[in-house]
């Protein structure tokens, strides 16, 4: 039935409705008579002459059309989304324009990293937190031999290797202090302030976690002759997982041994928390092991990738070699990048980046040496002292710079073509085009 709309005046029940429903219209010629609009009803059934099934097939035709409007709508936005996505994921940048800029005031030893809204910088004697603009948030000193960092979302710990203070911080400040027994070989932090420390003594290593606070929550002893020595330590972002990669000696060979530990109630049963080991690596070295996600991690040998999946227990989703021998690898919780050594082909370097299904997203040779990799979203950020160079996920160069300050690093901002570059006397807010 066709639906007459109304003007405000009918909705409040103006008399003059009540003459047009009666027949006695108001358009009889007079001048001074309101004005109304006319709508022809001619043609259309009447309620009453509609059947139940009519009246339904109409309901439904009207169903349909909108549901084909909404598919046509919804099509539209997802290709106008995909070709603005292309275009910005394929712009290139020539030079680069700077926003902001402070004077360095630490001495070159210091290091950067970027952290939260901004960066960290921190050395031997302390560590301090800044916004985007270089303004200081917060500032913790202390006394490390050999400082290391580790971030997760908002929490980041200092560690003192070879040392015995741990320090966890969030965006607003100091969340605790863990004082440790034992030396540090490595830390890692997760999304709760919850630390991991690998430790070592004479005769075993201790992988223990502590809260934010200094509490001890489990600890985990190897051996030499038992376990092994463990090389790397991941946790998951929620630190009930933790993944170890090991080297022991088995006759007259080293060999490598991957193991799962789970910290929730679904460890609690099982032997020193492990709930799975893979030692099929045989003699090759896996060095660098690594939570991606609270349920993905993986690791890396000297040319093997072995990506695991564990909802509790750890299974193999996928494993693959590379011809050359990986020199370095990162990561971020969508892919993972490998730096192989390519001299015998010509260029000195291959760089192949996968997803962490295990799937190659591209790859690509060059000559520079580069000593900093990065990913910053669906971009490789790649910088050395002189220069910084940008790729997309299909391998394409969207910007390559050179610098005229000696070039300590570039801080990725989650933006594509915003930077924090960091030199010898400036740091800067950078922007490309």
């Known amino acids: 039935m066709t639906r ?23 358009f009889n010629g007079d001048k001074k008579a309101p004005i109304h609009k006319v709508v022809n009803i001619s043609g259309v059934q009447a309620a009453e002459d509609l059947d139940e099934q009519a009246v339904r097939q109409r309901i439904k035709n009207h169903r349909r059309h909108v549901l084909i409007v909404l598919a046509i709508v919804a099509v539209v936005v997802v290709a106008a989304i995909f070709i603005v996505r292309r275009i910005i994921d394929n712009t290139t940048y020539t030079t680069y324009s700077v926003r902001n800029s402070v004077n360095r ?53 200092v560690g003192d290797l070879n040392g015995n203070q741990i320090y966890v911080f969030d965006e607003k400040g100091l969340m605790g202090k863990v004082e440790v027994p034992l030396s540090i070989s490595q830390i890692e932090v997760g999304k709760q302030g919850v630390v991991a420390a690998i430790l070592e003594d004479n005769n075993a290593n201790y992988i223990n976690l502590y809260s934010a606070n200094g509490e001890k929550l489990y600890t985990v002893k190897t051996t030499l002759s038992g376990d092994g020595y463990p090389v790397d330590i991941s946790i998951s972002d929620d630190a009930k997982k933790l993944i170890a990669s090991y080297i022991y000696v088995s006759g007259e060979t080293m060999n490598t041994n991957v193991v799962f530990y789970n910290f929730s109630d679904v460890g609690q049963n099982e032997t020193e928390r492990v709930v799975g080991g893979f030692n099929h690596y045989g003699s090759t070295i896996v060095g660098d092991v690594q939570f991606v996600t609270d349920t993905a991690a993986v690791a890396v040998g000297e040319n093997v990738v072995t990506i695991y999946k564990m909802k509790e227990y ?68 790649m910088n050395n002292a002189t220069s910084f160079h940008v790729m997309n996920m299909s391998g394409k160069t969207l910007t390559m710079q050179n610098v005229d300050l000696p070039l300590n690093t570039i801080i990725a901002t989650g933006n594509r073509g915003k930077y924090i570059m960091v030199n010898s006397k400036y740091i800067q807010n950078i922007r490309m085009k």
């Open 314 to 381: 750890p299974s193999i989703a996928k494993e693959f070699t590379v011809d050359n021998e990986i020199e370095r690898v990162f990561f971020s919780n969508q892919y993972i990048g490998l730096l192989m050594n390519n001299a015998d082909s010509g260029e000195l370097y291959k760089l192949e980046v996968y997803d962490i299904s295990g799937s190659k997203e591209f790859e690509t040779t060059f000559n520079t040496q580069y000593n900093r990799f990065q990913f910053d979203g669906n971009s490789v950020v």
């Open 105 to 157: 005031d630490d001495t070159e030893t210091a290091s950067y990293m970027g952290f939260g809204e901004g960066y960290i910088r921190y050395s031997n004697d302390g560590i301090s937190y800044f916004d985007e603009k270089g303004k200081a948030i917060w500032n913790q000193t202390y006394s490390m031999q050999k400082p290391q960092v580790k971030t997760c979302q908002d929490k980041l710990a």
């Open 4 to 26: 007459v709309n109304s003007n405000k005046e009918c909705d409040k029940g103006d008399s003059r409705m009540a003459d047009i429903i009666s027949g006695k219209s108001r």
